[in-house]
């Protein structure tokens, strides 16, 4: 019942007297209205609940869910201090989970999670006032508290994490000493020493991005190398988007999360935890793993010996680069099975390209390289990663330079090289990829399939291409293969009589082709608004298209466009402008992949904020030079 206004003028009761077996109810208004009338002595069998407080009373009302686990409380009004009065209502039910996300709370009284004694996961993100300690002192005078997950995500705050003085302080140790994963993504790091992990003796997880750190030199390569010299027994790290105070655009994400209607549950701060740390690790930690060293013209990088999950764009971003043909790095690790350098920030930042090799990944089964500006790529990497399951090069600008094909590999399965602007394959490209069964190269710029399929392939998209037709060869490639799923929506199909041989087999073809309703012919519609959408376009000087959101549920505007963008390609005329009533997920995948910064269109969002607002204004100011004296009021 999210966002339902009927909330704040009161539910009748006996409304969920017919649902018994109810467990789970997510139900709110909005952020300023009040959500307190709702007849919680009916929902007695609730196991968890999000939620949105109007005031302090709303929680006297939740004692009556004596079998709740996890509750979720978003934008709530219960004034800037959390006290043991509102906990009260909790002490009587076996809570695990405790979220208050974005709920302006300032400070914790101490001894706010008294007789808590199920506790184990507690998320305070969004209060950006909230500081670091005064959370560590509520938990540490809280008696029988053993939160062993606790999400400080305070992006955009002020608030300090001072851990090298945590091991100093006695009162500290009993809200460290049970943790085993952490999130602080935002929180600048004052200082931190390699006595860390003695506070944190059963920490295996953290969360970092968006911070910044002091006390550990000039360098990326310095605060890189310190960070991770401190957090040297970890199994999980996650250092998205860490160190980026240099980067263009930071200043624009500083409100990340601040307007988000939604919760991030514990699984999506720490995804896949479980899965890999499940094994067992006594490798000793070599002080040796702590610094960069030359072996046999190979840069040996230190990595923490038991790691097996870590996401880190930054810092491997900036290796690739720097290095140089023929350059070996090589990881003092064998036990990471999970490897994410993907970042968002790619489109701000000059292309990259990385023709070395990698070692020290003997058990890795994911490695996402996606939209980080790369280039180029040696693909012979993936010899050094007999384990290699899953390879993500999406948005990328891989079609730039010529492609080499992939080498034998036995255990890869699922490849991504979709959005690269990528023309054309070499005929064996994908032929020595033996136990390939996904296969993802959509919204590139393909008009004809002159490679080889491999021998076990299961899944291919081929979505959001220049494809005309298919060739009798293709034809037949995709016949031999009697378990192929196929992807072919968003191209732009002709129908008309040369190409009745390509009519025939897609009507008659086994081929499982999935959304046939979004595979459009171009025949019928091409001399009306595809023709004239291309030539009001290109005979303009400047071009402004402005999208709403009824845009795309009309399906001839829709499949229209995707044609004019295919015939015009990228184009320093025209701006895109998406209008304000977009969701952040609403616009189509494929349309949104079409409007990627790879792909060299000019696109902005307009939006009723201020902060929103004054991007606009500055790209529009910038894009229409001549207009540089424009009343933006």
């Not at 076996?94 to 706010?112: D, P, Q, Y």
């Not at 999400?151 to 994490?161: F, T």
């Not at 952490?182 to 059963?202: D, E, K, M, T, Y």
């Not at 990385?354 to 280039?375: K, M």
Request: charged letters at 20%.
């Amino acid at each position: 019942m999210k966002n339902n206004p009927i909330i704040g003028s009161g539910l009748p009761n006996g409304l969920f007297t017919p649902l018994p077996k109810l467990r789970r109810l997510f139900v709110s208004a909005s952020d300023t209205s009040t959500s307190d009338r709702i007849p919680w002595n009916e929902l007695s069998n609730l196991t968890k609940i999000i939620f949105t407080p109007g005031s302090t009373d709303s929680f006297r009302s939740l004692a009556a869910l004596p079998n709740l686990e996890k509750a979720y409380f978003t934008y709530c009004r219960i004034g800037s201090v959390l006290t043991p009065v509102i906990m009260q209502a909790f002490r009587n039910s076996s809570i695990t989970e405790l979220a208050f996300v974005a709920c302006r709370i300032k400070m914790i009284e101490n001894g706010a999670f008294d007789g808590l004694s199920s506790l184990d996961v507690l998320n305070l993100a969004g209060n950006f006032q909230l500081k670091v300690d005064n959370v560590i002192d509520a938990l540490s005078t809280s008696s029988d508290v053993t939160v062993t997950t606790l999400i400080l995500d305070l992006v955009g705050s002020e608030s300090s994490l001072f851990i090298a003085g945590l091991h100093e302080r006695p009162s500290c140790r009993p809200a460290w000493k049970h943790l085993r994963k952490l999130s602080a993504r935002g929180v600048s790091i004052v200082a931190i020493n390699s006595r860390f992990q003695n506070c944190v003796p059963n920490l295996k997880a953290i969360a970092l991005g968006f911070n910044t750190i002091a006390k550990c030199g000039g360098s990326f390569e310095i605060c890189d190398g310190f960070i991770l010299k401190v957090l040297f027994h970890l199994r999980y790290i996650d250092m998205s988007y860490f160190m980026l105070s240099d980067t263009p655009g930071l200043e624009i994400l500083s409100g990340y999360d601040k307007t988000s209607s939604w919760v991030k549950m514990n699984e999506d701060y720490f995804p896949s935890f479980e899965e890999y740390t499940s094994e067992s690790c006594n490798s000793p930690i070599n002080q040796s793993h702590f610094m960069l060293s030359m072996k046999r013209n190979c840069t040996w990088y230190p990595f923490p010996p038991c790691l097996t999950y870590l996401k880190a764009d930054h810092c491997f971003r900036n290796i690739f680069g720097r290095v140089k043909y023929g350059t070996c790095f090589h990881f003092a690790n064998n036990m990471l099975k999970y490897l994410n350098v993907s970042s968002r920030f790619s489109a701000a930042t000059e292309s990259i390209g990385f023709n070395g090799t990698l070692s020290g990944f003997s058990s890795l089964r994911t490695f996402d390289v996606s939209e980080i500006g790369l280039l180029l790529i040696n693909f012979d990497i993936i010899r050094n990663m007999p384990s290699l399951q899953i390879f993500n090069l999406a948005r990328n600008i891989l079609g730039h330079k010529k492609l080499s094909p992939f080498p034998q590999h036995k255990e890869l399965q699922e490849l991504n090289m979709a959005t690269n602007s990528i023309g054309e394959f070499p005929a064996d490209m994908f032929v020595n990829l033996v136990a390939l069964r996904r296969l993802d190269i959509s919204n590139n710029q393909l008009k004809s399939v002159r490679f080889e399929l491999p021998p076990r392939l299961e899944n291919l998209d081929l979505s959001g291409n220049s494809f005309v037709s298919f060739g009798s060869n293709t034809q037949l490639m995709m016949n031999a293969l009697p378990s192929l799923v196929l992807h072919l929506d968003h191209n732009s199909f002709q129908c008309d009589c040369p190409e009745t041989s390509f009519i025939e087999w897609y009507q008659k073809t086994a081929t499982n082709i999935i959304n046939r309703e979004n595979i459009t012919c171009q025949q019928g519609i091409r001399e009306t608004l595809i023709d004239e959408i291309v030539r009001g376009i290109m005979l303009s000087q400047t071009a402004i298209w402005i999208i709403c959101p009824e845009f795309f549920q009309d399906k001839y505007c829709e499949t229209s466009a995707n044609f004019a963008f295919h015939q015009l390609g990228a184009r320093n005329n025209l701006l895109v402008i998406l209008e304000n009533r977009f969701e952040r997920y609403s616009v189509p995948k494929h349309f949104a992949n079409m409007m990627h910064p790879n792909v060299g269109l000019t696109r902005v969002r307009y939006t009723d904020n201020e902060e929103g607002l004054s991007l606009f204004w500055a790209k529009l100011d910038k894009f229409l030079p001549a207009w540089s004296s424009i009343n933006t009021n």
